[in-house]
């Protein structure tokens, strides 16, 4: 039996915000120290977003260590910066930067190589889920991007078309795929992403097998951030 308090809640805040904005933003969110959190700002805002006490995540690292690769950004630099975690394979970065799985896994081992956790995305186009083949898509897409050994890291699967769409995925659709996860991963803690708001955290967050959330779009608005952390039932699943 494990409640809601352990449920882990990460902000990707995507490329939005500004100093004045996260002024702003914590002059109203009181949640700042609260250890389900996560904020994950574009890197400028790593450390504005962390003086309010935040575990702070990046939104993406190099595979590299150091060298010339201008533009990028080490692992080992988040982790100074005071990152925690670091988001990899976003399927805006699959599709907007062509990443593939073999690169994020050796993004996700440049990560753990510097102390930080990586939350690995995976999730399905809405062509793939019509032809039904989403489960063993998605499935490979974990296989091939997690990394090899005995890392620590979470897996979020956010389904591409639930992706600021306003569309979520059903329960049941959601069931399925973190059941079918839960087999492959048995230990490893499996959020949920795409339109996640106020209004349904709590359904997902009550689904079996979903062990937090991975929240865009409502996470930048501190009131709606804080009635998706605000929820304490207890559970039965994990
Ligand atoms: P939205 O919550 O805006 O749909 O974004 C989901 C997402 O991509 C989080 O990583």
Redo the contacts with the bound molecule.
Sequence with gaps: MEDLVSKII?A?W?MNGSGEFIHSFFSTFTNSTDNRLIICPPYPYLSQVKSHGVTVGAQDCSQHTSGAFTGDIAASMLHDMGCSYV?LG???RRQYHAESNALIREKAHAALDAGLTPII?VGESRAIRESGNHIETVLNQAKESIPSGTGKFML?Y?PIW?????LTASESDIAEMHTALRHLLPTTPLLY?????KENAKTIMSTPDVDGV??????LKPDDLMAILDFKTPLGNR
Excluded: F, P
């Design positions: 990460v990707n995507k988001i976003h399927s805006e995305c979020a956010e639930a992706i600021g769409t306003g992403g795409g339109s996640v708001n991975l929240v865009g779009g409502a996470s």
